[in-house]
């Protein structure tokens, strides 16, 4: 049984950061490319960035690229999204995702979803 785990989320000034962890469990974590989507209320979920299983490239979408990283690590089967310099338009549920091929932006290619964690960012 495939399980993905988020923690990491909270609350946080506007210019803070937060760091998100996924925690996957279940399947064969380096054959799996791991995306982070967000929903904001009253908002479709949105891509924000992924990461591929072949060599670790990292996309991001233009809203946060240069604020957030992604990295994994595949010894711990953890997938990460360091956010910095918060905004409160970031506030939303984050979700982890779990895909094996390469349309990383597209939330319908995605397998595996977590539960998702609470980012608040106030101003």
């Known amino acids: 049984q495939v399980q993905l785990v988020e923690s990491g989320g909270g609350l946080v000034q506007a210019g803070g950061s937060l760091r998100l962890s996924c925690a996957a469990s279940?399947?064969?974590?380096?054959?799996?490319?791991m995306g982070w989507f967000r929903q904001a209320p009253g908002k479709e979920r949105e891509f924000v960035g992924a990461?591929?299983?072949?060599?670790?490239?990292?996309y991001y979408a233009d809203s946060v690229k240069g604020r957030f990283t992604i990295s994994r690590d595949n010894a711990e089967n953890t997938v990460y999204l360091q956010m910095d310099s918060l905004k409160p338009e970031d506030t939303a549920v984050y979700y982890c995702?779990?895909?094996?091929?390469?349309?990383?932006?597209?939330?319908?290619?995605?397998?595996?979803w977590g539960q998702g964690t609470q980012v608040t960012v106030s101003s």
């Open positions: 995702a779990a895909q094996q091929g390469y349309r990383f932006s597209l939330e319908r290619n995605y397998d595996y």
């Open positions: 279940g399947l064969t974590f380096v054959t799996y490319t």
């Open positions: 990461i591929s299983r072949s060599f670790g490239m990292a």
